[in-house]
T-cell receptor
Framework: KAGVTQTPRYLIKTRGQQVTLSCSPI?????VSWYQQTPGQGLQFLFE???????NKGNFPGRFSGRQFSNSRSEMNVSTLELGDSALYLC???????????????FGPGTRLLVL | KQEVTQIPAALSVPEGENLVLNCSFT??????LQWFRQDHGKGLTSLLL?????REQTSGRLNASLDKSSGRSTLYIAASQPGDSATYLC???????????FGSGTQLTVLP
């Protein structure tokens, strides 16, 4: 069974631009969660989508948004990029809502975003 | 608000040594505690998941324990190998939203 895939793997943008990242979960998984990882803040939860609905949201500004499609694929969008948005963005999928089932979350390889 | 701490931030050991990684959390009302491995600049790989009702989980050379009352979990790695070199993160699932809160990780280097 194929793992979680994320595209693109690397991205360079300039301040003020916007960016869209994509995540394809493991086949059959209905939940997709997004995380931001930086050297200073570590891994921080962004949001979780389940059945095309945002079920949970972390403490990030409204510039960070996402959506999930009927095939469970998810996209994350960051508008008006800032230098501090440079990070590794990870998505993870699980069969059901994260934390509600015994199975763990399976992480993708991440998208490394550099904002200049 | 849940806070997860991992000490030490970095650890270097010779090959073959047994070692323990520590994880502490402030809110003992957790649903589960997970240990992940992250190779440099890559995604996370799940190692072990301990449900709140369990005391420990084992997988191969890895053993994770959970003590909710003291807010602590440990990951025991037996007979360490250079291939074990990576950053190990623990994460607690807690709160009404069952959100995952990660520690900052322990960077392990196993010297051949």
């Amino acid at each position: 069974k194929a793992g979680v895939t994320q595209t693109p793997r690397y991205l360079i943008k300039t301040r003020g631009q916007q960016v869209t990242l994509s995540c394809s979960p493991i086949s059959g998984h209905r939940s997709v969660s997004w995380y931001q990882q930086t050297p200073g803040q570590g891994l921080q939860f962004l949001f979780e989508y389940f059945s095309e609905t945002q079920r949970n949201k972390g403490n990030f500004p409204g510039r960070f948004s996402g959506r999930q499609f009927s095939n469970s694929r998810s996209e994350m969008n960051v508008s008006t990029l800032e230098l501090g948005d440079s990070a590794l963005y990870l998505c993870a999928s699980s069969l059901g809502l994260a934390g509600y089932f015994q199975e763990t979350q399976y992480f993708g390889p991440g998208t490394r975003l550099l904002v200049l | 608000k849940q806070e997860v701490t991992q000490i030490p931030a970095a650890l270097s050991v010779p090959e073959g040594e047994n070692l323990v990684l520590n994880c502490s959390f402030t809110d003992s009302a957790i649903y589960n505690l997970q240990w992940f491995r992250q190779d440099h600049g890559k995604g996370l790989t799940s190692l072990l998941l301990i449900q709140s009702s369990q005391r420990e989980q084992t997988s191969g050379r890895l053993n994770a324990s959970l003590d909710k009352s003291s807010g602590r979990s440990t990951l025991y790695i037996a007979a360490s190998q250079p291939g074990d070199s990576a950053t190990y993160l623990c994460a607690a699932t807690s709160g009404s939203a069952r959100q995952l809160t990660f520690g900052s990780g322990t960077q392990l280097t196993v010297l051949p």
